[in-house]
């Protein structure tokens, strides 16, 4: 089965499952979803993951959300480094919420901006130099400077 296109080369694995219940100290534990996988390649490797996934879910949801861990971890790293994701300083749920929602929308910038430039992350076409900012202000104040109460009374009528 294909998962995924890989840095070298297709990802293809063969998989199955099986429903098991494991057993500790006399105690028995809920049923669970066994997925066992083998890489298909010159010298393949199996692993094995317990999944808490119902019956309705396929073999092939269970493989490709598996192979997407690393890149999830990759998100965050990258959400570390570029926009602060891990530089929260709050004392509520709320705040919390607030600061990973707002990261990751820029996070999200991030990575549109960058496709749309080409993918490059460290040239010069990637970064917004004084000349951008100062046209970007230009246009944007060109019609006059905003009365902010009038907007505000038509927004309030």
Same mark, same amino acid.
């Given at each position: 089965?294909?998962?995924?296109? @890989?840095?070298?080369?297709?990802?293809?694995?063969?998989?199955?499952t099986?429903?098991?219940?494991?057993?500790?100290?006399?105690?028995?534990g809920?049923?669970?979803?066994?997925?066992?996988?083998?890489?298909?390649?010159?010298?393949?490797? /199996?692993?094995?993951?317990?999944?808490?996934? @119902?019956? /309705?879910?396929?073999?092939?949801?269970?493989?490709?959300?598996?192979?997407?861990?690393?890149?999830?971890?990759?998100?965050?790293?990258? @959400?570390?480094?570029?926009?602060?994701?891990?530089?929260?300083?709050?004392?509520?749920?709320?705040?919390?919420?607030?600061?990973?929602?707002?990261?990751?929308?820029?996070?999200?910038?991030? /990575?549109?901006?960058?496709? *749309?430039?080409?993918?490059?992350?460290?040239?010069?076409?990637?970064? /917004?130099?004084?000349?951008?900012?100062?046209s970007?202000?230009?246009?944007?104040?060109?019609?006059?400077?905003?009365?902010?109460? *009038?907007?505000?009374?038509?927004?309030?009528?």
């Amino acid at each position: 089965m294909l998962v995924r296109a @890989g840095e070298k080369g297709p990802l293809e694995v063969e998989a199955m499952t099986v429903r098991v219940q494991a057993k500790w100290e006399g105690r028995v534990g809920p049923e669970e979803l066994l997925l066992i996988e083998r890489t298909v390649e010159e010298e393949p490797e /199996a692993s094995f993951h317990l999944s808490n996934a @119902g019956s /309705a879910v396929t073999l092939e949801e269970l493989v490709r959300g598996r192979s997407e861990r690393h890149r999830v971890e990759e998100v965050f790293r990258e @959400g570390n480094g570029e926009v602060g994701l891990d530089h929260y300083e709050v004392r509520s749920w709320v705040g919390w919420l607030h600061h990973m929602t707002l990261s990751l929308l820029a996070l999200w910038f991030l /990575a549109l901006e960058r496709g *749309r430039v080409g993918g490059r992350k460290d040239t010069a076409e990637c970064v /917004a130099t004084p000349r951008d900012i100062h046209s970007a202000t230009a246009s944007a104040t060109a019609h006059g400077p905003a009365d902010r109460r *009038r907007d505000q009374s038509r927004a309030e009528a």
